[in-house]
């Protein structure tokens, strides 16, 4: 699964549409949610509504969508996350607990999206791979992946205990010994 945010991310849907032969030669579906600013762009890779795009492979199978409403079901799905590292994101990949590559945004305030993905990936709960890196290595790091299940269950063991479930509840009771 492909994760780019509601809006979308460029530079990772770049990435995609240039690796989507070497992604598509691992024998995997691939549900790239690539935003609304980019889907009529992106939209030609679907293989459902445009078969004919990609026909050099015998079984192309791409989803493509601007927006996912059930990201409950996208989770279920996937085996792989290659997301971007917001807040939003990584609590959200913490609780779900797949193995995840994060591609920070090098464009926020203070570059907390890195600092974000560092902190997952520092205790080996995911996989940190900067824009500048992902040309030298996406490949390598995705091939490696993908074929060794020991480290996909390491990964989603170490970021599930980095999970915050009750962070809701336990900010408010903080706030209310505060206030007492």
Same mark, same amino acid.
């Given at each position: 699964?492909?994760? %780019?945010?509601?809006?979308?991310? &460029? &530079?990772?849907?770049?990435?995609?549409?240039?690796?989507?032969?070497?992604?598509?030669?691992?024998?995997?579906?691939?549900?790239?949610?690539? %935003?609304?600013?980019?889907? =009529?762009?992106? +939209?030609?890779?679907?293989?459902?509504?445009?078969?004919?795009?990609?026909?050099?492979?015998?079984?192309?199978?791409?989803?493509?969508?601007?927006?996912?409403? &059930?990201?409950?079901?996208?989770?279920?799905?996937?085996?792989?996350?290659?997301? &971007?590292? %917001?807040? #939003?994101?990584? #609590?959200?990949?913490?609780?779900?607990? +797949?193995?995840?590559?994060?591609?920070?945004?090098?464009?926020?305030?203070? =570059?907390?999206?890195?600092?974000?993905? +560092?902190?997952? #990936?520092?205790?080996? %709960?995911?996989?940190?791979?900067?824009?500048?890196?992902?040309?030298?290595?996406?490949?390598?790091?995705?091939?490696?992946?993908? #074929?060794?299940?020991?480290?996909?269950?390491?990964?989603?063991?170490?970021?599930?205990?980095?999970?915050?479930?009750?962070?809701?509840?336990?900010?408010?009771?903080?706030?209310?010994?505060?206030?007492?």
């Amino acid at each position: 699964m492909v994760l %780019g945010g509601s809006l979308g991310a &460029r &530079r990772i849907n770049q990435l995609i549409e240039k690796e989507l032969d070497f992604l598509l030669s691992q024998n995997i579906q691939i549900i790239w949610q690539c %935003g609304k600013l980019y889907f =009529d762009e992106y +939209k030609k890779f679907d293989s459902i509504n445009h078969p004919a795009s990609i026909t050099h492979h015998p079984s192309p199978k791409v989803t493509v969508l601007a927006f996912i409403d &059930r990201m409950d079901l996208v989770y279920a799905a996937a085996d792989i996350v290659i997301s &971007r590292s %917001g807040a #939003s994101s990584v #609590s959200e990949l913490c609780i779900v607990g +797949k193995p995840t590559i994060f591609i920070p945004s090098p464009n926020v305030a203070e =570059d907390h999206q890195t600092k974000n993905a +560092k902190a997952i #990936s520092d205790k080996s %709960g995911a996989i940190l791979i900067k824009e500048s890196e992902l040309e030298n290595q996406f490949e390598a790091v995705f091939s490696d992946l993908i #074929s060794n299940e020991s480290k996909q269950s390491e990964l989603s063991q170490n970021i599930k205990k980095l999970a915050l479930p009750n962070a809701t509840k336990d900010i408010v009771e903080e706030i209310v010994k505060l206030i007492k």
